[in-house]
């Protein structure tokens, strides 16, 4: 069982490229979320989706793009690099709600290490 | 949302308890309690949730006060891999606008 793997783990940039990063899960999880991380800082919400089809944006949506083709699979895009995107990428997954309400904890994958120069 | 507060960092020896705190004093009815840690280097890993009463799996214990305004993660033996960022998070139902967002977390350093 592979959990949550991200694919690049590294990336090097330069500014104005574009670039898609993969996230794929095999535990038949609803929810994917896509988070950024900066340097000593907590996890910042970029876009998540609560099912194939759908998406929706988090705290920091700007400059990104993300679909939701499959279920197993959420892609985050960036269109025109900048250096502000540098950053630690990290995926996660979730069960969705039981009929209950009952929530469940995310699975997150390894990261990918974003550097846009 | 509702936001919770803990401490920037604590320390703790090797093998003694360590209780990390959180307030959410405007937590809601329908907020679940989560704790994930993130070890250096590392993605988030999940640690424990709960709703109002006090849980406990293989890795920690949850214990929520009756008033549910804050909670406290227990490690019962500290070890040196338990040295991470701790955070806590309320989750909200319904989930068409589910969304964890992480605060600061507190850092944990544990001493051999």
């Known amino acids: 069982n592979a959990g949550v793997t991200q694919t690049p783990k590294f990336r090097v940039l330069k500014t104005g490229q574009s670039m898609t990063l993969l996230c794929a899960q095999d535990?038949?999880?609803?929810?994917m979320y896509w988070y950024r991380q900066d340097p000593g800082m907590g996890l910042r919400l970029i876009h998540y989706?609560?099912?194939?089809?759908?998406?929706a944006k988090g705290e920091v949506p700007d400059g990104y793009n993300v679909s939701r083709l499959k279920k197993q699979n959420f892609l985050l895009g960036l269109e025109s690099a900048a250096p502000s995107q540098t950053s630690v990428y990290f995926c996660?997954?979730?069960?969705?709600?039981?009929?209950?309400?009952?929530?469940?904890?995310?699975?997150f994958g390894s990261g990918t290490r974003l550097t846009v120069v | 949302d509702a936001k919770t507060t803990q401490p920037n960092s604590m320390e703790s020896n090797e093998e003694e308890p360590v209780h990390l705190p959180c307030n959410h004093s405007?937590?809601?009815?329908?907020?679940?309690i989560h704790w994930y840690r993130q070890l250096p280097s590392q993605g988030p890993e999940y640690v424990i949730h709960?709703?109002?009463s006090n849980v406990n799996n293989r890795m920690a214990s949850l214990a929520i006060a009756e008033d549910r305004k804050s909670s406290t993660l227990i490690l019962h033996r500290a070890t040196l891999r338990d040295a991470a960022v701790y955070y806590c998070?309320?989750?909200?139902?319904?989930?068409?606008?589910?969304?964890?967002?992480f605060g600061t977390g507190t850092r944990l350093q544990v001493f051999p």
């Open positions: 709960g709703l109002t």
């Open positions: 535990m038949n999880h609803e929810y």
């Open positions: 989706s609560v099912g194939e089809g759908t998406t």
């Open positions: 405007t937590i809601s009815g329908t907020d679940y």
């Open positions: 998070i309320l989750r909200s139902h319904p989930y068409n606008t589910d969304k964890l967002i």
């Open positions: 996660a997954s979730s069960r969705s709600a039981s009929g209950t309400g009952q929530t469940y904890g995310y699975t």
